[in-house]
């Protein structure tokens, strides 16, 4: 029997909506939850409301704002099973995923916390001998626009950092975790005695996600934008924010590489290239999408690597033993299968898998692809991988470049010397020598390069980023005016 939930959370209460949403499992696609379905009018509400809240919460002793974030983090953490039994059933994830996600949410809260123990400015020389301060101040409301795939990471991640600075919040969650991603977090705060209004959670149906976004971006009331999702969609967010001059951090796709040089320890790559590639039916912004080996030991991967690839099992969340669940909804399905299509259709080889059965996808390894090759130009954000021959570094640099994405890359390689080289000529906002592109921490910069994004989340680069700097001086030293004044 489907959930039906409270409604949405306005002003520090719930708000019923006649008006749902089907919110659907996409393990067996029953409705898991019927949700409500915001208008524009609703998201206006909400914003006026962090609106109101926000000079009360930003004057606020900053160590009081933590406190709330431990306090809310011991809730998360007593609820962590129900939560995972949760993320498993909305957002179609596998039991270790669901509590990998819960645990590494869990330390969101700390880290957040924490930031507001730094420091918040900076004492500079002036040659006038003035007390010459730059400091940093919250800026108001700020959107949330949080995603599918990792919706407790994603949405911890925008959103505590800068609630605990001082701002106030509207969440948007995606339509295919509007609970996890959303209405949870009101759940918690409010358990929690967050200050009404300090965050609010507008959920809506993908039909109505275009009004309210832009109610999010463009009201004057909003002062800056977090955004994770598709490089699609961010452009459009990032166009809509700069044309208002509103601070915008956007962490978008990926066309991730690892590279895997003659000299790397061949069981560690093997291991860093399944999980990194396969994790999460490859729906994380930096999974592994390009495979990138050196000749010398190409054979020796490949050997390794396939029947690695070949016994992770796929099925319903429900049981554990399967890895691999599904993808997120049909429209994801069928953007895999026209990636697949295309390149059997122009001579790519099937290493492994490239089985289809509704939304259930096996994991899939591809030779031979070229770049008229759609799997090469687009991200595909599936089960799926593409395995290159390189001769050298300097070509396997080239090949891992040759991409409008640079999100985040590994290096295997024994010389650490040699792989910093390597590491120094990708474009990449993020890359990992001896370990996998899936790697992210809540303390650290977190964005990439080019259509990756733009703008850090994490630890005190998130805290710069959703707050204003402003220069302040006390005049000590009398500084002169010219006599005819």
Same mark, same amino acid.
């Given at each position: 029997?489907?959930?039906?939930?409270?409604?949405?959370?306005?002003?520090?209460?719930?708000?019923?909506?006649?008006?749902?949403?089907?919110?659907?499992?996409?393990?067996?696609?029953?409705?898991?939850?019927?949700?409500?379905?915001?208008?524009?009018?609703?998201?206006?509400?909400?914003?006026?409301?962090?609106?109101?809240?926000?000079?009360?919460?930003?004057?606020?002793?900053?160590?009081?704002?933590?406190?709330?974030?431990?306090?809310?983090?011991?809730?998360?953490?007593?609820?962590?099973?129900?939560?995972?039994?949760?993320?498993?059933?909305?957002?179609?994830?596998?039991?270790?995923?669901?509590?990998?996600?819960?645990?590494?949410?869990?330390?969101?809260?700390?880290?957040?916390?924490?930031?507001?123990?730094?420091?918040?400015?900076?004492?500079?020389?002036?040659?006038?001998?003035?007390?010459?301060?730059?400091?940093?101040?919250?800026?108001?409301?700020?959107?949330?626009?949080?995603?599918?795939?990792?919706?407790?990471?994603?949405?911890?991640?925008?959103?505590?950092?800068?609630?605990?600075?001082?701002?106030?919040?509207?969440?948007?969650?995606?339509?295919?975790?509007?609970?996890?991603?959303?209405?949870?977090?009101?759940?918690?705060?409010?358990?929690?005695?967050?200050?009404?209004?300090?965050?609010?959670?507008?959920?809506?149906?993908?039909?109505?996600?275009?009004?309210?976004?832009?109610?999010?971006?463009?009201?004057?009331?909003?002062?800056?934008?977090?955004?994770?999702?598709?490089?699609?969609?961010?452009?459009?967010?990032?166009?809509?924010?700069?044309?208002?001059?509103?601070?915008?951090?956007? /962490?978008?796709?990926?066309?991730?590489?690892?590279?895997?040089?003659?000299?790397?320890?061949? =069981?560690? &790559? #093997?291991?860093? *290239? %399944?999980?990194?590639?396969?994790?999460?039916?490859?729906?994380?912004?930096?999974?592994?999408?390009?495979?990138?080996?050196?000749?010398?030991?190409?054979?020796?991967?490949?050997?390794?690597?396939?029947?690695?690839?070949?016994?992770?099992?796929?099925?319903?969340?429900?049981?554990?033993?399967?890895?691999?669940?599904?993808?997120?909804?049909?429209?994801?399905?069928?953007?895999?299968?026209?990636?697949?299509?295309?390149?059997?259709?122009?001579?790519?080889?099937?290493?492994?898998?490239?089985?289809?059965?509704?939304?259930?996808?096996?994991?899939?390894?591809?030779?031979?692809?070229?770049?008229?090759?759609?799997?090469?130009? /687009?991200?595909?954000?599936?089960?799926?991988?593409?395995?290159?021959?390189?001769?050298?570094? =300097?070509? &396997? #640099?080239?090949? *891992? %470049?040759?991409?409008?994405?640079?999100?985040?890359?590994?290096?295997?390689?024994?010389?650490?010397?040699?792989?910093?080289?390597?590491?120094?000529?990708?474009?990449?906002?993020?890359?990992?020598?001896?370990?996998?592109?899936?790697?992210?921490?809540?303390?650290?910069?977190?964005?990439?390069?080019?259509?990756?994004?733009?703008?850090?989340?994490?630890?005190?680069?998130?805290?710069?980023?959703?707050?204003?700097?402003?220069?302040?001086?006390?005049?000590?030293?009398?500084?002169?005016?010219?006599?005819?004044?």
């Amino acid at each position: 029997m489907a959930r039906v939930m409270d409604g949405m959370y306005i002003g520090g209460g719930w708000t019923t909506k006649s008006e749902t949403f089907p919110d659907y499992n996409p393990s067996d696609g029953s409705i898991w939850a019927n949700v409500p379905d915001a208008s524009v009018e609703d998201t206006r509400k909400a914003i006026e409301a962090a609106h109101e809240a926000f000079p009360e919460w930003a004057a606020m002793p900053f160590n009081q704002r933590s406190h709330l974030l431990i306090k809310a983090g011991e809730i998360f953490e007593k609820r962590r099973q129900e939560i995972a039994e949760a993320v498993m059933a909305e957002g179609g994830g596998w039991f270790g995923k669901a509590m990998f996600e819960t645990g590494y949410t869990a330390e969101l809260f700390p880290a957040a916390a924490a930031a507001n123990y730094g420091s918040i400015g900076d004492v500079m020389p002036s040659e006038y001998g003035k007390l010459s301060m730059a400091v940093r101040r919250p800026m108001g409301v700020v959107s949330v626009i949080s995603p599918w795939n990792f919706p407790l990471i994603l949405t911890g991640r925008g959103m505590l950092f800068p609630l605990v600075a001082g701002n106030t919040i509207v969440l948007k969650p995606s339509e295919d975790t509007p609970y996890i991603g959303g209405l949870l977090w009101a759940e918690i705060f409010e358990e929690a005695g967050l200050p009404k209004g300090v965050l609010n959670v507008v959920t809506c149906s993908r039909e109505s996600v275009a009004a309210v976004g832009d109610e999010l971006i463009e009201n004057p009331l909003v002062k800056g934008i977090s955004f994770t999702g598709s490089t699609a969609v961010g452009r459009l967010v990032s166009a809509k924010a700069g044309a208002h001059l509103k601070k915008c951090c956007v /962490e978008l796709g990926g066309k991730n590489s690892m590279i895997v040089c003659d000299d790397a320890d061949m =069981e560690r &790559a #093997v291991q860093a *290239a %399944n999980f990194g590639s396969f994790m999460h039916q490859g729906q994380i912004c930096m999974s592994i999408e390009r495979l990138i080996v050196h000749e010398d030991v190409y054979d020796d991967f490949i050997e390794k690597f396939i029947p690695r690839v070949k016994k992770l099992t796929v099925g319903e969340t429900t049981q554990k033993e399967n890895i691999l669940g599904p993808v997120i909804n049909d429209r994801a399905a069928e953007r895999i299968k026209r990636h697949f299509d295309d390149a059997k259709a122009k001579g790519a080889t099937v290493l492994a898998g490239g089985d289809i059965d509704g939304r259930f996808i096996s994991p899939t390894v591809f030779a031979n692809v070229t770049p008229d090759m759609l799997m090469y130009q /687009e991200e595909t954000f599936g089960p799926v991988c593409s395995i290159f021959k390189v001769s050298s570094d =300097e070509e &396997a #640099v080239r090949l *891992a %470049n040759d991409s409008e994405y640079g999100l985040t890359a590994g290096v295997m390689s024994e010389d650490e010397g040699r792989a910093l080289a390597i590491v120094n000529g990708l474009d990449t906002g993020n890359c990992h020598v001896n370990c996998s592109p899936v790697n992210d921490e809540p303390h650290v910069p977190f964005g990439g390069f080019k259509a990756s994004g733009s703008g850090k989340h994490g630890g005190r680069w998130s805290m710069e980023t959703f707050t204003e700097t402003r220069w302040i001086t006390l005049d000590r030293g009398g500084r002169p005016f010219p006599p005819v004044f």
